[in-house]
């Protein structure tokens, strides 16, 4: 059984800065890809940012710049460090992994963690 805790939300004004974690728990664990979405009220998850047990990375054009996807292949887990944030990045944000169980790959996403950005 794979779980993904995430943590690091909060409250915080424009300008400010958060940084999300999640860990991936499980025996004998191959996390590829990591990532992290957001979705805001009545609308669609959608992509944030992305990163390969390689470290490629991959941005939305709406957080390019602002938004540091990171990783630790040791610990299984995945970072997102958020600058500048503004009000329209105000969303639950979803952590998703690809781990490798055998010879199947299956998609986890953990349980959301809220951001808001407001004055």
């Known amino acids: 059984q794979v779980h993904l805790v995430e943590s690091g939300g909060g409250f915080v004004q424009p300008g400010g800065s958060l940084r999300l974690s999640c860990a991936a728990s499980?025996?004998?664990?191959?996390?590829?890809?990591m990532g992290w979405y957001l979705q805001a009220p009545g609308k669609q998850r959608e992509l944030v940012a992305s990163?390969?047990?390689?470290?490629?990375?991959n941005y939305s054009d709406s957080v390019q710049g602002r938004f540091t996807i990171s990783r630790d292949n040791v610990k299984n887990t995945v970072y997102l460090q958020m600058n500048n944030l503004r009000p329209e990045d105000t969303a639950v944000y979803y952590c998703?992994?690809?781990?490798?169980?055998?010879?199947?790959?299956?998609?986890?996403w953990g349980q959301g963690t809220q951001v808001t950005v407001s004055s």
């Open positions: 990163i390969t047990s390689g470290n490629t990375t």
């Open positions: 499980g025996n004998n664990l191959k996390v590829n890809l």
């Open positions: 998703k992994a690809l781990v490798v169980l055998g010879i199947y790959t299956y998609q986890y």
